[in-house]
C-alpha cells in the first residue's frame, strides 16, 4: 500500500498531543502545506505559526523547553534544518535541550520545487552537531514510530521524512530505536544499507540481483546517528561488500557515516549510491531519481561493482 507521510505526521502529532498536554506544534507559514489544519482546530493554542522565520522559530522553541515544554518544530527540510543552523547549534543543540525537528520534503523527492528546496545536506550538517540525534523514516509506520520515539527520548532529535508517498516497507508495525537499525533482507553476497525512501528502491534492486544469482541483505539504516555500528559490522564481516544508498549527498551522511565507521573498525569495499556533489533541478522525483541515478538498476549495478571489487 502507498500512504502519504503528510497524512501520517498530521494525524500522528494530534494523537500525541492529545496524549501529552506538553506537547506544542511550532511551523514557520507551513501549516496548510503540511495538513496540521485539524491538529490547528483542536488544539489552537498549541499549533504556534512564527511566519517566514524559521531562526526565530528555533529560538522560541528553546526559550519553551527549558520551561518544561516539549516544541516539535515541523517544516520543510531546507527551511528546519539549513536555515536557522545558527540556532539549532547554539540554542538546542549546545544546551542540549528537548527539543524535537520533523523534517518534511527532504531530498530530490521535492520534484518540481528545484534545487533551492532539495534538502540534500541536512544529515550532513546535523551530523556534526553534538547531541543531535538523526533518524529518517522509509514509510508511514516508521514514521508514527519514529516520532514516538522522539516524544519518549530527552534530547534534540531530527526526523527527516520524504515530501508524501510511500510505499509501506512495514506491514506489521515497527519499533525504532535509537542507534537501531533493520535487517530486512538476508544474502551473502553483498549488503545494501539504505535510509529513507532509498529502502524501497533498494529492496527492489535486490530483487533484480536475485533474478542474476546475487544474493543481498538489505539494511535499514533509520538512526544513522546514533548508528548502529554492530548490525553494519556483522554484515560487513559476512559479505565484504557494503553499498550505501541515500537521497542526500554522498558527501557527509550515510555514506559518510557509514565510510567512518568501517575505515576504522573494518575496512570494507564500499560503493556510495546518492547525488555526487551537484544540486538537484526541476522534475518529477521519478525523473529526477532517474537522473542522479537513484533507481533499482542503478543500486544493483552499484553492487555488483561492490562484488568485483572484493575480489
Known amino acids: 500500500m502507498v500512504r502519504s507521510f503528510r497524512a501520517a505526521l498530521?494525524?500522528?502529532?494530534?494523537?500525541?498531543?492529545?496524549?501529552?498536554?506538553?506537547?506544542?506544534?511550532?511551523?514557520?507559514?507551513?501549516?496548510?502545506?503540511?495538513?496540521?489544519?485539524?491538529?490547528?482546530?483542536?488544539?489552537p493554542d498549541r499549533l504556534i505559526g512564527y511566519?517566514?522565520?524559521?531562526?526565530?522559530?528555533?529560538t522560541g522553541a528553546a526559550g519553551m523547553s527549558t520551561t518544561g515544554i516539549i516544541p516539535i518544530v515541523v517544516g520543510f527540510s531546507m527551511f528546519v534544518s539549513n536555515k536557522p543552523f545558527e540556532q539549532i547549534r547554539q540554542s538546542i543543540c549546545y544546551p542540549n535541550l528537548n527539543i524535537k525537528i520533523i523534517a518534511t520534503h527532504a531530498g530530490l523527492c521535492v520534484?518540481?520545487?528545484?534545487?533551492?528546496?532539495?534538502?540534500?545536506?541536512?544529515?550532513?550538517?546535523?551530523?556534526?552537531?553534538?547531541?543531535?540525534?538523526?533518524?529518517?523514516?522509509?514509510?508511514?509506520?516508521?514514521?508514527?514510530?519514529?516520532?514516538?520515539t522522539m516524544i519518549r527520548n530527552d534530547g534534540p532529535f531530527y526526523l527527516r521524512l520524504g515530501r508524501d508517498l510511500a510505499q509501506d516497507i512495514y506491514t506489521n508495525g515497527?519499533?525504532?530505536?535509537?542507534?537501531?537499525?533493520?535487517?530486512?533482507l538476508e544474502g551473502d553476497d553483498v549488503t545494501i544499507v539504505a535510509s529513507g525512501l532509498m529502502v524501497e528502491q533498494s529492496l527492489k534492486a535486490a530483487k533484480l540481483l536475485k533474478d542474476e544469482g546475487i544474493k543481498a541483505s538489505v539494511m535499514n539504516a533509520y538512526?544513522?546517528?546514533?548508528?548502529?555500528?554492530?548490525?553494519?559490522?556483522?554484515?560487513a564481516k559476512k559479505t565484504r561488500a557494503i553499498v550505501s544508498v541515500e537521497d542526500h549527498t554522498v558527501i557527509g551522511g550515510l555514506g559518510g557515516a557509514i565510510a567512518e565507521i568501517l575505515s576504522?573498525?573494518?575496512p570494507t569495499v564500499l560503493e556510495s549510491v546518492g547525488v555526487n556533489d551537484v544540486f538537484g533541478e526541476s522534475g518529477s522525483q521519478a525523473e529526477l531519481y532517474e537522473k542522479y541515478g537513484l533507481t533499482p538498476k542503478s543500486i544493483a549495478e552499484a553492487?555488483?561493482?561492490?562484488?568485483?571489487?572484493k575480489g
Request: with cysteine; glycine share 6%; proline share 4%.
Open 223 to 235: 538512526s544513522i546517528k546514533p548508528f548502529d555500528e554492530k548490525n553494519l559490522l556483522d554484515l
Open 264 to 266: 576504522r573498525k573494518l
Open 111 to 148: 520534484g518540481q520545487d528545484g534545487a533551492t528546496h532539495q534538502n540534500l545536506e541536512d544529515i550532513a550538517v546535523l551530523r556534526a552537531l553534538p547531541n543531535m540525534n538523526i533518524l529518517v523514516a522509509a514509510d508511514v509506520a516508521q514514521t508514527e514510530s519514529a516520532i514516538d
Open 10 to 43: 498530521s494525524d500522528v502529532l494530534l494523537k500525541s498531543a492529545n496524549e501529552n498536554p506538553k506537547i506544542v506544534v511550532l511551523n514557520a507559514d507551513s501549516a496548510r502545506a503540511l495538513k496540521l489544519s485539524e491538529f490547528g482546530e483542536k488544539h
Open 51 to 58: 511566519g517566514i522565520s524559521e531562526s526565530d522559530m528555533v
Open 303 to 309: 553492487a555488483k561493482r561492490a562484488i568485483a571489487r
Open 174 to 184: 515497527c519499533e525504532v530505536i535509537p542507534g537501531g537499525s533493520d535487517l530486512l
